[in-house]
Structure formats: structure tokens, C-alpha cells
């Protein structure tokens, strides 16, 4: 049996955070979930997640700027990113920031299903090499 992997949800709507929650502990992965960039980056420095699942549209900070800090702070860690994001903008920001994947909001959980198990196989298939 695989490890489970950990998945960052970063969303400021904890009826978002709470189904994605449910849902990913489901398919088997441990989650950690955060309504706001500061307690994010606090949380990725106890554990970095093996995924991160990031609201773009956030108060105050938003999930561009989390996604650069992360990639500051921990330069050396790769870990993908599936951007959550109702606005237009969503993909040229992704491009930007070279993440993995986006999702418009509102979105159906079996296409954020596919996306994070495509994603862990992917990492999974390249490490095999």
C-alpha cells in the first residue's frame, strides 16, 4: 500500500476546506487545510505537503502571493500546485507561476479527483524512473 500523501487545501471558504477535506481523506490522503496565507506557510513549516490545492482569490493575501512565498521559502521542494479559481485571470496567472494544474470554481469534485491522483501518478512514473 502507498504512503498517504498530504495535501494542502488553502481556501478562505471553510465550506470549501471542509468538503475538499472530507473528500481527500476519502481517496486516502491526509489533509491540512487553512483559510489564510500566513497560517499556511506556518503549517508548511511543520510539514511540507506532497500537493497543494490554492484558492487564488483570497483576502488580504491571495494564492499568487502564497504560491511565490512557498517557492521562495522552500525553493528546493517540489511540490505541485492546482490553482481553485472562479476568476478569468486563473489561467495566465497559472502560466505565470508555472503550477501544475487549474480548476475553475465552481468545479466538480471527480475533476479535482482526477487532477490530484493524475498528478501524484505523474511524480510516481518519474520517479521510477
Do not use: Y
Request: a negative charge; one cysteine or more; hydrophobic letters at 45%.
Amino acid at each position: 500500500m502507498p504512503a498517504k500523501k498530504t495535501i494542502l487545501v488553502l481556501d478562505d471558504d471553510p465550506s470549501v476546506r471542509q468538503m475538499l477535506d472530507v473528500m481527500l481523506e476519502q481517496d486516502g490522503h491526509a489533509v491540512i487545510t487553512s483559510g489564510d496565507v500566513r497560517s499556511a506557510l506556518a503549517q508548511c513549516a511543520v510539514q511540507l505537503p506532497d500537493l497543494m490545492v490554492v484558492d487564488l482569490m483570497l483576502p488580504i493575501e491571495d494564492g499568487e502571493m502564497f504560491v511565490r512565498e512557498f517557492r521562495r521559502r522552500w525553493r528546493h521542494a517540489d511540490v505541485p500546485v492546482i490553482l481553485l479559481s472562479a476568476s478569468t485571470a486563473r489561467n495566465e496567472i497559472a502560466r505565470r507561476l508555472s503550477v501544475e494544474a487549474t480548476l475553475p470554481k465552481p468545479f466538480l469534485a471527480e475533476d479535482l479527483r482526477e487532477l490530484v491522483a493524475g498528478l501524484f501518478q505523474d511524480r510516481e512514473t518519474v520517479a521510477a524512473g
